[in-house]
Antibody, heavy 117, light 111 residues
């Protein structure tokens, strides 16, 4: 079955960096577009970044452009999110998700918590 | 694209029906002819999970008491007979126009 497991969340200070990982199993990772999304405490969902299956295309939401970098290692079935210059407003649970039905997210990971304080 | 859900809170009686609306600021008909509007359910402390995709298609394992309808800019999720496991927050989301966006969420709770 499809599984997505995020890791790397932590408590950091403003301006610090952090790298999140999302390890996939149960499907051919290298064939799928993958996303990062986030949810601030008690708030709704926000799309963060997307990467094409071969890594050649990537896009970001405006608030993280220039600070966050999405990448993937298809040999390790892993998606990454490098987060630099973190801000208090980046505090959230970060989810990775697979794009599996057209451009819709069909499977989500359990999430990893990032606290910037 | 801004998605506006109503109501934001929905207290329901077990076994009764519930309905959530999602209105889009723009048409969600994609250039390929599909409408990429889906509904997610998030239980407390859990990640979101896909319920309905492309307006009216139930995702794998989703009970048939859940149904979706709509077109263009107005969409509805209906739960025919609410069960205790249906509590949580429901989100509509669109992928027809970049960037992906979500409604504010509707909290369903048992009266």
């Amino acid at each position: 079955q499809v599984q997505l497991v995020e890791s790397g969340g932590s408590v950091v200070q403003p301006g610090w960096s952090l790298r999140l990982s999302c390890t996939a199993s149960g499907f051919t990772f290298s064939s799928y577009v993958m996303h990062w999304l986030r949810q601030a405490p008690g708030k709704g969902l926000e799309w963060v970044a997307v990467m094409s299956p071969d890594g050649s295309h990537k896009y970001y939401t405006e608030s993280v452009e220039g600070r966050f970098t999405i990448s993937r290692d298809n040999s390790r079935n892993t998606l990454y999110l490098q987060m630099n210059s973190l801000r208090v407003e980046d505090t959230a649970t970060y989810y990775c998700a697979r794009e599996g039905i057209g451009p819709l997210h069909d499977y989500w990971g359990q999430g990893t918590v990032v606290t910037v304080s | 694209v801004v998605l506006t859900q109503t109501p934001l809170s929905s207290p329901v009686t077990l076994g009764q029906a519930a309905s959530i609306s999602c209105r889009s600021s723009q048409s969600l008909v994609h250039r390929d002819g599909n409408t990429y509007l889906s509904w997610l359910h998030q239980r407390p402390g859990q990640p979101p999970r896909l319920l309905i995709y492309k307006v009216s298609n139930r995702f794998s394992g989703v009970p048939d008491r859940f149904s979706g309808s709509g077109a263009g800019t107005y969409f509805t999720l209906r739960i025919s007979r609410v069960e205790a496991e249906d509590v949580g927050v429901y989100y509509c989301t669109q992928a027809s126009q970049f960037p992906w966006t979500f409604g504010q969420g509707t909290k369903v709770e048992i009266k």
